[in-house]
């Protein structure tokens, strides 16, 4: 497709579960963001990566939050043992450059009981 | 501390009329501006931008205006119409962060536009 997509659409997760969200960019696009966004709130910046290279993961709230981009490409957004404040969507976004504007894909609403 | 606010979680406005979203924000280093569109169960779409050396941009029916000296932006949108129905989001990223534009979000405005 022409935008980015993003897998699953929906996710329920037992707390304590790990849980892996993917992106896929659009093709040709070096820079790739991802965010989360809290019921009711802005989208807030989690993590950043130029072609494979994550340049920036001081949006990351925990040590348990864990993302990779080994061929450039395709994004693994991996969160592990989550927790009840887990709970919210995750966008994934990309730009041909960093200095252009984002695109956005729909995002994963993870759910954790 | 939020550094992106919009302070209206809502707004309604008649078809036809004119809808002023509002957006303050606080880090000075902010260099350029974003409106995004979020429908339910979507993600946000790119509206219009606009850079800190202008202070106005034009885009059909969209406006935003840029205030650098009260750190004010406002999205005007002349004719409303009803498909205009959605949460926008203001956003914000400063060239301090290098070649990574990741942006700083306000909370979003409901923008209710009644036929």
């Known amino acids: 497709g022409a935008g980015v997509s993003q897998s699953p659409r929906y996710k329920v997760a037992k707390r304590g579960q790990d849980v892996a969200l993917r992106c896929d960019p659009i093709?040709?696009?070096?820079?790739l963001f991802w965010y989360q966004q809290a019921l009711g709130q802005g989208p807030e910046f989690l993590t950043y990566f130029q072609n494979e290279a994550q340049l920036d993961k001081s949006g990351l709230p925990s040590d348990r939050f864990f993302a990779e981009r080994p061929e450039g490409s395709v994004s693994t957004l991996k969160i592990q043992r989550t927790q009840q404040e887990d709970s919210a969507v995750y966008l994934c976004?990309?730009?041909?450059?960093?200095?252009?504007?984002?695109?956005f894909g729909q995002g994963t609403r993870l759910t954790v009981v | 501390d939020q550094q992106v606010k919009q302070n209206s979680p809502s707004l309604s406005v008649q078809e036809g009329r004119i809808s002023i979203l509002n957006c303050d924000y606080t880090n000075s280093m902010f260099d350029y501006f974003l409106w995004y569109k979020k429908y339910p169960a979507e993600g946000p779409t790119f509206l219009i931008s606009?850079?800190?050396?202008?202070d106005k941009n034009e885009d059909g029916r969209f406006t935003v205006f840029l205030n650098k000296s009260a750190k004010h932006l406002s999205l005007h949108i002349v004719p409303s119409q009803p498909g205009d129905s959605a949460v926008y989001f203001c956003?914000?990223?400063?060239?301090?962060?290098?070649?990574?534009?990741?942006?700083?979000f306000g909370s979003g405005t409901q923008l209710t536009v009644l036929p």
């Open positions: 956003a914000a990223s400063d060239f301090s962060s290098g070649s990574a534009r990741q942006l700083t």
């Open positions: 976004a990309s730009s041909f450059l960093g200095n252009t504007e984002a695109f």
């Open positions: 093709s040709g696009h070096v820079s």
């Open positions: 606009i850079s800190s050396i202008k």
